[in-house]
């Protein structure tokens, strides 16, 4: 009699177990289904995904920028990965850091079917003219030497940014505002802490929070980098009335920007985005005060009107990495955490997103992230590399032998778009030219 007891007991507890199961998972699904939460992340009320929910995902990005956006849109197309995005800031784009802007010819090369979907209203002023001067020279290349109607753009940072989130959140990705504080990783996944939310796992962690990475640190792929490789970069967006809407400018004079220059980008209706970028070394403290001084001291313009946007940041101007997976295959950076920027000019937008489409396309794939390392490096390793040495080199001028580089610019006519191409025929342009300018430029660049 007591064991038939005990085996009823027994089965009660099982089917109860079974209903409240059950019970519990419908309820999670109608949650699911029911809940909508508007977050102003992406510039549109976007369906935010209940991660609290689900604690188990395929992909976790951290950092909803251009690159971490690539990935989370690419990634999502395969519709059996959960793949979500974590990023620190209220808005998605806010504060933007950077110039903004990207070359036409490089863009419609390398991503033509991002550019054919880009929303023109993303772009703020089309560039047709690029000035570069030194202490004593002046040299002007303009759209009718690449045989192009122009030869860059001035994205809305800001816009462009939560277009591509967007994309990434219509395709299937989800997204959470939260800090991540900490990632544990070991041979079969990835625990990632957040501020204030539960911890979370993952099969593959995406490191594309910036410069300096805290998830390469976390994960041990990221030492101290050299502050000579790390530009500190400060902006203001400032009215000049008299500046030439269709130009950008850029100064190469060490007493406003030693190792480093000063541009101007403008946005259109008398709007420019004016700064500067030096070595860390040189201007964690004092950035500002090179760019008061170099407004101080050119009198090409008047700067009419209230600043009215500031910002600043690090560009990251180091090599690119010798790999940007760890040894255990499920954790990858990628944009400027994985230095996917050209150190010569700090620029990385368009770097950072054919990366993160490459790294993208090898999760979705399923193909172990290995494959990631060959895919970027067939696209951007040679490029990188060139222009890390370029930029050494330059570094290295005194504003005389800027001149003689600005002189010897003057008389190079380009002959394509191809970007890299061009870089080359440089070089040699160079060598014939001024030989002692830089003695060493064909074995640490041509043959680099």
Same mark, same amino acid.
């Given at each position: ?14 089917? +109860?177990? /079974? ?8 309820? +999670? ?12 992340? !992406?510039? &549109?009320?976007?369906?935010? $995904? ?9 992909? /976790? ?42 070359? $036409? ?16 209203? +993303? ?40 277009? +591509? ?10 997204? @959470? ?16 802490? @957040? ?6 796992? *993952?099969?593959? /962690? ?6 300096? !990475?805290? $998830? ?5 792929? $990221?030492?101290? &980098? %050299? ?9 203001? *967006? ?40 030096? %070595? ?40 690119? @990495? ?91 006519? @380009? ?11 440089? &070089? ?10 830089? %003695? ?9």
């Amino acid at each position: 009699m007591r064991d038939n007891a005990c085996t009823l007991k027994t089965r009660f507890i099982l089917v +109860l177990n /079974v209903v409240l199961n059950g019970a519990l998972k419908n309820l +999670l699904k109608i949650v699911r289904n029911m809940i909508e939460t508007s977050w102003k992340m !992406s510039g &549109i009320e976007e369906k935010r $995904v209940l991660d609290e929910v689900r604690c188990m995902y395929d992909v /976790v990005v951290i950092g909803g920028g251009p690159a971490g956006s690539a990935v989370a849109y690419e990634a999502s197309k395969n519709k059996d990965l959960k793949v979500t995005i974590r990023e620190k800031r209220e808005v998605i784009g806010r504060p933007y850091q950077c110039a903004g802007g990207l070359s $036409v010819p490089l863009f419609r090369s390398e991503m033509p079917e991002l550019w054919d979907e880009m929303p023109q209203n +993303l772009i703020k002023n089309r560039i047709k003219k690029v000035v570069i001067r030194s202490r004593n020279n002046e040299i002007t290349w303009g759209a009718e030497d690449l045989g192009c109607e122009e030869i860059g753009i001035i994205l809305d940072r800001t816009a462009f940014d939560q277009w +591509l989130c967007a994309r990434a959140i219509k395709n299937g990705a989800g997204i @959470m505002k939260c800090k991540v504080t900490g990632i544990t990783v070991d041979l079969m996944q990835v625990g990632v802490q @957040m501020e204030n939310c539960q911890e979370i796992k *993952t099969k593959i /962690v995406i490191g594309a929070d910036g410069a300096r !990475s805290k $998830v390469g640190r976390w994960a041990g792929m $990221v030492g101290r &980098i %050299p502050q000579e490789d790390l530009h500190q970069g400060y902006q203001e *967006t400032i009215e000049i009335k008299e500046y030439p809407e269709d130009t950008i400018v850029m100064w190469f004079d060490t007493r406003f920007a030693p190792k480093g220059y000063v541009w101007a980008f403008p946005e259109g209706s008398n709007m420019v985005r004016l700064g500067l970028g030096i %070595p860390l070394n040189i201007g964690y403290r004092n950035v500002r005060q090179y760019l008061e001084a170099f407004k101080m001291n050119n009198k090409d313009y008047s700067y009419d009107g209230d600043i009215t946007f500031k910002t600043s940041g690090l560009l990251s101007t180091r090599p690119p @990495m010798d790999s940007c997976v760890n040894k255990h295959g499920n954790v990858a950076l990628v944009g400027c955490a994985g230095a996917h920027t050209s150190a010569l000019h700090g620029g990385g937008i368009l770097h950072a997103i054919i990366a993160g489409t490459e790294l993208g396309q090898v999760i979705a794939e399923g193909k172990p992230l290995s494959e990631y390392d060959v895919r970027w490096k067939e696209k951007l390793w040679q490029r990188l590399v060139r222009h890390y040495k370029l930029k050494q080199m330059i570094c290295g001028f005194d504003d005389s032998q800027m001149d003689r580089m600005c002189k010897v610019m003057g008389s190079f006519k @380009m002959q394509s778009e191809n970007v890299d191409k061009e870089i080359l025929r440089f &070089i040699k342009h160079v060598v014939r030219r001024d030989p002692r300018l830089i %003695p060493e430029f064909v074995t640490k660049v041509v043959k680099g």
